[in-house]
């Protein structure tokens, strides 16, 4: 009787010495499978996330706040396609909206005409200051009750770090942390028309029936071996040169948030070191 007890309890004990080895190599695979180190980028901030399993991939300063430029511009549109307004109606720029940007450059004079689409176009696209700031101004509201908005949808999406106080990003005191504007790219991913206008390499507007030729301010829309779904890009002094986007990576969408690069080309190749980064990971788990 004693014999057979000892034998359960042997066989118990490694049969539990099985299951934890099982899952301890499970775990190392799940470890090895993801990269080690962070990408050698040049910005000063930064945060990479996989949507396919909710883990980052990498990060920096991650949980700073920081000045964020016109990546402002893509809470601006959530606001605004959320009040439900017609993008068809017509809206006519005004001196408020150019007192509002100074400093900035534009082609839209005050009385031009435009759609709210299109200034929604131009303003994700092309990041038009004063588009931006006139669908502020013809929120319900108006450009306060617009703001107050965007704090309170920062707030509903859970980023804690962020605050704005205008539409455009021309502030220094509109900020977040990469890892809250992650939160807000997701958002903005989840918007058909925020997906379409934002990844657009380009678009023609009518004003007083003269068309006006605008382009992106992100060039990897325009590459064909590159598959972005939502991007934006921001520049003040403050700032940096910033850059979020999610793009299809390997059949995983991938969010890619960029603050602080002071070379005018860094965040395009800071985006194409991280996308090298993952495949040379890739490689090297399957390897």
């Known amino acids: ?165 205008e539409p455009t990003g021309l502030s220094s005191a509109n900020v977040s942390s990469p890892a809250d504007l992650a939160k807000l790219v997701r958002a903005a991913a989840a918007n058909p028309t925020i997906r379409e206008y934002s990844t657009d390499a380009e678009h023609t507007v009518y004003v007083k029936g003269r068309p006006l030729e605008y382009g992106s301010t992100n060039s990897l829309v325009k590459k064909a071996d590159w598959q972005v779904t939502v991007q934006k890009t921001g520049y003040i002094a403050d700032a940096g040169r910033c850059l979020v986007m999610e793009a299809v990576i390997d059949g995983r969408d991938v969010v890619i948030v960029l603050l602080n690069s002071w070379g005018k080309l860094t965040r395009i190749g800071d985006a194409n070191r991280v996308r090298a980064w993952l495949a040379s990971n890739a490689t090297a788990s399957t390897g």
Request: proline share 4%.
């Open 1 to 165: 009787m004693q014999t057979r007890f000892n034998f359960v309890i042997v066989a118990a004990a490694v049969g539990l010495l099985a299951l934890l080895s099982s899952h301890s190599a499970v775990a190392a695979a799940k470890v090895e499978s993801k990269p080690r180190t962070n990408p050698d980028l040049r910005s000063g901030a930064f945060y990479i996330f996989d949507e396919s399993d909710s883990t980052v991939l990498a990060a920096r300063n991650e949980g700073v706040a920081a000045p964020i430029a016109s990546i402002t511009k893509l809470m601006t549109a959530l606001v605004v396609l959320e009040a439900g307004q017609p993008l068809d109606a017509k809206i006519a720029m005004t001196r408020d909206d150019v007192k509002a940007t100074a400093g900035s450059a534009s082609r839209l004079a005050p009385g031009a005409k435009l759609s709210r689409g299109d200034l929604l176009h131009l303003a994700l696209m092309s990041s038009e200051n004063r588009a931006a700031n006139a669908l502020c101004r013809t929120y319900p509201g108006g450009t306060a009750a617009c703001v107050k908005a965007m704090n309170r949808k920062a707030k509903a999406l859970g980023m804690k770090t962020a605050r704005f106080v």
